[in-house]
């Protein structure tokens, strides 16, 4: 018991920490640099080997700060571990790992000060291979709520400029960011028990982005799609989604407003400056008449 | 071809047996055997008896596609791991209060059907039970703590509802807001509770 209660006690120091506008301090304790590392391990298939976890030390002060640095470094010594990187800046979200029991960025979370640091795979996913896991059910979903531009009646996207209000933009800003790292979406238990019918966090983050985007003119469809007990409303406001963002983006109050739109109770306001607005009168077929594009 | 013609030169004295044709791609070279007697032995060698194919020999085969699995089925089917969720994920100030609000809701509606079971089967009425209770003889602490622990659900379930309702409408929603106000469900309800286990 008083050990659950240290846990309660280090997530809320993190949490505050990371999302409190004071200026963060620094942690007093300094932690001997000869840390142990362990590491979820699974041979793959074909391996016919059971999931355990292995202990590595490594010595931290000889590697750069990130976890992606102490996991490359790992992989030096034991070229068998296995896991995804790509960008190394936070940007791609290929490196989404459970640290410490917490989804994060491996490649930009800092190696926590403790003597060991537990390092698992995205929780409740199929497991590949050591760390890898199977995120093909995520991208479906995140392809579902058709995630580009639909206009009525425009001919083709792409001719002109569609005009766009920097009010009507910065309601896009905490929305477009999202990587698809899938840090939110695993760490929802909802998502855990319900992935193939709930969209989760990230997808509604998205979906969202899409219905409040000025210049998209099928709101009232993807609104009516997303209208069943399963897709968005298995949404408990269970809020670990937005705790577990590596990129401090905020699904959960993303996903109430899209609720509240998919309710009725709100309504996604007019655009404030026409679209269209840019778009020469008359269109020509070929477009080579158009002022902007030669 | 040219391999498993010029084999079956050496196969003839042998039965036709099925695995020969088996090796001949068609019947049809069968006729042009004898042009080919007069060649060295066959670089490929085949073992007696057995339709196998030969090595270089490419099979096609016409292409059908996978049969379509959904990501469970086929993950199962291919035997990989869930990876570990609930026994490792860190337990959230936020995850807490969310399961607690549906712990204790299914704790009250508990109380609701054990209270309307009780007054539908059990006999002798309600004051029976209560001096049953108050002949146990317990001691004031005693009932003070089990009155706390029949409604601390009661408590953190109305004053967590409430600040649930408040998620719904919208407020109250920046991480911030979420922790203080989960502290002040944690306030209110020792509050109330240990009022309430006064009287």
Redesign the interface.
């Known amino acids: 018991m008083p050990k659950?209660s240290e846990?309660?006690y280090k997530?809320?120091r993190f949490?505050?920490r990371n999302?409190?506008?004071k200026t963060e301090t620094k942690p007093k304790k300094d932690v001997d640099p000869c840390r142990t590392f362990k590491i979820?391990r699974?041979g793959g298939?074909l391996s016919k080997e059971?999931?355990k976890i292995q202990s590595y030390e490594l010595d931290v002060s000889t590697c750069g700060k990130m976890v992606l640095d102490a996991l490359i470094k790992i992989k030096d010594k034991d070229p068998t571990l296995t896991f995804r990187r790509s960008c190394r800046e936070g940007i791609c979200g290929s490196c989404a790992i459970?640290l410490?029991?917490?989804n994060c960025l491996s490649c930009i979370t800092e190696i926590p000060p403790a003597k060991t640091i537990?390092i698992?795979?995205?929780?409740?996913?199929?497991?590949?291979r050591d760390l890898v896991?199977?995120m093909?059910?995520f991208f479906?979903g995140y392809d579902s709520i058709r995630p580009y531009l639909v206009r009525k009646n425009d001919g083709a996207i792409g001719k002109t400029q569609l005009a766009q209000s920097i009010k009507d933009n910065e309601k896009m800003v905490g929305l477009y960011e999202c990587v698809l790292c899938s840090c939110c979406s695993t760490?929802c238990?909802s998502y855990?028990w319900n992935g193939?019918r709930f969209l989760g966090p990230a997808t509604l983050l998205h979906a969202y982005r899409w219905v409040i985007d000025s210049r998209d003119d099928d709101t009232e469809q993807r609104l009516y799609e997303l209208r069943d007990s399963f897709k968005a409303f298995k949404c408990?406001?269970?809020?670990?989604c937005?705790?577990a963002c590596p990129k401090g983006l905020?699904p959960?109050?993303a996903i109430?407003?899209l609720?509240?739109l998919i309710s009725g109770l709100d309504k996604k306001p007019v655009p404030e400056i026409d679209p269209g607005k840019f778009k020469s009168g008359g269109d020509s077929g070929s477009g080579k008449n158009k002022k902007c594009c030669p | 071809m040219y391999c498993s013609m010029v084999n079956f030169q050496f196969r003839k004295a042998s039965a036709l047996s099925s695995s020969i044709t088996g090796l001949c791609r068609s019947r049809k070279t069968f006729g042009k055997i004898s042009k080919f007697s007069g060649l060295l032995s066959p670089v490929c060698q085949v073992a007696d008896g057995h339709a196998q194919r030969l090595k270089h020999q490419i099979t096609y085969k016409a292409y059908v596609p996978p049969c379509y699995q959904?990501?469970?089925h086929k993950?199962m089917a291919?035997?990989?791991?869930?990876?570990?969720?609930?026994t490792?994920?860190?337990?959230?100030?936020?995850?807490?209060t969310?399961?607690g609000q549906r712990i204790t809701g299914t704790l009250l509606a508990a109380y609701a059907l054990l209270l309307s079971g009780a007054t539908l089967f059990l006999p002798n009425g309600i004051e029976t039970y209560v001096s049953i209770i108050q002949s146990l003889d317990l001691s004031k602490t005693t009932i003070f703590i089990l009155k706390l622990l029949v409604g601390l659900p009661f408590g953190f379930h109305y004053f967590n509802g409430i600040r649930?309702c408040m998620?719904?409408l919208?407020k109250w929603?920046?991480?911030?807001d979420?922790?203080a106000t989960a502290y002040l469900t944690f306030v209110l309800t020792g509050v109330i509770v240990i009022f309430f286990a006064f009287l």
């Open positions: 659950l846990q309660f997530i809320i949490s505050f999302y409190s506008s979820y699974f298939i059971q999931p459970n410490q029991g917490m537990t698992l795979p995205l929780p409740h996913m199929y497991v590949i896991v199977d093909t059910h479906n760490s238990p855990w193939r408990h406001t269970i809020m670990n937005s705790l905020h959960a109050k109430m407003n609720k509240r | 959904d990501h469970d993950n291919l035997k990989r791991p869930m990876s570990p969720h609930l490792v994920y860190a337990p959230t100030l936020v995850a807490m969310s399961i649930y998620f719904n919208g929603l920046s991480l911030k979420v922790y």
